[in-house]
Antibody
Framework: QVQMVQSGAEVKKPGASVKVSCKTSGYTFTDYHIHWVRQAPGQGLEWIGISRSNDDITAYAQKFQGRVTMTRDTSTSTVYMELSSLKSEDTAVYFC????????????WGQGTLVIVSS | QSALTQPASVSGSPGQSITISCTGTSSDIGAYKYVSWYQQHPGKAPKLMIYDISNRPSGVSNRFSGSKSGNTASLTISGLQAEDEADYHCKSYTTSYSYVFGTGTKVTVL
């Protein structure tokens, strides 16, 4: 069965960086793109960006340009999302989600990773 | 890219029907059929309920239906049940090759 298991909660100080992992299994890793989405406490979902499966290209929401980096390790079917220059407003639960190319839907999600930014 | 606009809350009694709206622009909802809806229970990951405006994934109850008119998409839940109490989020692909989510709607079953 499809599984997307994310790394554990993190507490970071303002200005630091955080790297969250999303380890996938149960499907052909290279057949699906991976998206990252976050949800601040009591707020809606916010799209961060995509790590494409077939050409290793990444694309980020304008808001996160210059602060986010997504990478993938095909040997372990894992995708990483690193966010730098953290601010208190980055406190949120971060989700990974998969999309088969050209379907524009996110059919499986990770369990979420809580990132707290606090001095 | 501004978030799509959803009502903060919608409520209904068991058995009733409710509709959640999701309003965007001609650069997102109005531009494509790629509107989807996600259900999220507290502390859980979102679950896909509707894709391509009105299609249901396998396993999703036919009590859930979707539609679109112009720049506004809608999700209707008929025969409301206690288990439907959750947050609902719309999402659209955009002309900027990105995605935008809605502000989220809390559904309460009275």
């Amino acid at each position: 069965q499809v599984q997307m298991v994310q790394s554990g909660a993190e507490v970071k100080k303002p200005g630091a960086s955080v790297k969250v992992s999303c380890k996938t299994s149960g499907y052909t890793f290279t057949d699906y793109h991976i998206h990252w989405v976050r949800q601040a406490p009591g707020q809606g979902l916010e799209w961060i960006g995509i790590s494409r499966s077939n050409d290793d290209i990444t694309a980020y929401a304008q808001k996160f340009q210059g602060r986010v980096t997504m990478t993938r390790d095909t040997s372990t079917s894992t995708v990483y999302m690193e966010l730098s220059s953290l601010k208190s407003e980055d406190t949120a639960v971060y989700f990974c989600a998969r999309e088969m190319e050209l379907t524009y839907l996110f059919d499986y999600w990770g369990q979420g990773t809580l990132v707290i930014v606090s001095s | 890219q501004s978030a799509l606009t959803q009502p903060a809350s919608v409520s209904g009694s068991p058995g009733q029907s409710i509709t959640i709206s999701c309003t965007g622009t001609s650069s997102d909802i109005g531009a494509y059929k790629y509107v989807s809806w996600y259900q999220q229970h507290p502390g859980k990951a979102p679950k896909l309920m509707i894709y391509d405006i009105s299609n249901r994934p396998s396993g999703v109850s036919n009590r859930f239906s979707g539609s679109k008119s112009g720049n506004t998409a809608s999700l209707t839940i008929s025969g409301l049940q206690a288990e439907d109490e959750a947050d609902y989020h719309c999402k659209s692909y955009t002309t900027s090759y990105s995605y935008v989510f809605g502000t989220g709607t809390k559904v309460t079953v009275l």
